[in-house]
């Protein structure tokens, strides 16, 4: 398996290769239960809990600036690939249309097909963080998280939710759907923040 699918990283590679990763030939698609098929149009994205009640369209997201992002991806089932060429919108472009409560220091990313994820402020605020609706120059496949998904590079690749659909603000830690199931609350790859201790 490790020849025909993945491999070691080169030397100029390693750097950037988190401990226990192999990187990958391809783009492999991990799914818990049926993929969600929502289209663009039907698509909405809500904020709640300690912010402003607000619902989002594919078109307000679409006209906010778009950009071209290049990442290193890292999945918490031990594959790694680099340079995953995204376009998208900053979170920090759109949180600019939110109303966040001072209060709030974790969010609970909501998904279509019911999934969840946790994540801190902090960890989510972060300047490198985006919603990808293309990839590789072409519409997010529903396979990989279309039409829309967050990427937070920082993380494992749990954390970046496909189908995302709403936020949830909250002022305490509330553990999402695999964190619950015995995944690490935070993911960090570089520390190997894979399962929970607890």
């Known amino acids: 398996m490790l020849g025909k699918f993945f491999q070691k990283p080169e030397e100029g590679e390693r ?3 988190p401990p226990g990763q192999y990187l990958t030939k391809g783009f492999p698609v991990l799914t818990y239960g049926q993929t969600p098929h929502v289209s663009p149009e039907e698509w909405q994205f809500r904020v709640s809990g300690q912010a402003t009640s607000a619902t989002f369209t594919w078109s307000d997201f679409m006209e906010l600036p778009q950009h071209e992002f290049t990442a290193d991806f890292h999945c918490v089932t031990r594959w790694s690939k680099l340079d995953v060429k995204w376009t998208g919108i900053k979170v920090t472009d759109f949180m600019r249309l939110v109303e ?6 974790h969010i609970v990313e909501h998904c279509y097909g019911g999934y969840t994820t946790n994540i801190t402020m902090s960890d989510f605020l972060r300047e490198e963080n985006f919603f990808a609706h293309k990839v590789f120059g072409e519409p997010l496949p529903a396979e990989h998280g ?13 954390k970046s939710a496909k189908w995302i659909n709403g ?3 909250l002022d305490h830690e509330e553990l999402g759907f695999w ?20």
């Open 167 to 169: 936020l949830e603000f």
């Open 100 to 105: 966040v409560e001072p209060k709030a220091t």
């Open 15 to 17: 750097d950037r290769v």
């Open 146 to 158: 279309g039409p829309m998904r967050l990427i937070v590079p920082h993380l494992y690749a749990w």
């Open 179 to 198: 964190e619950r199931n015995g995944y690490h609350r935070r993911g960090e790859p570089w520390a190997e923040e894979r399962y929970s201790s607890f």
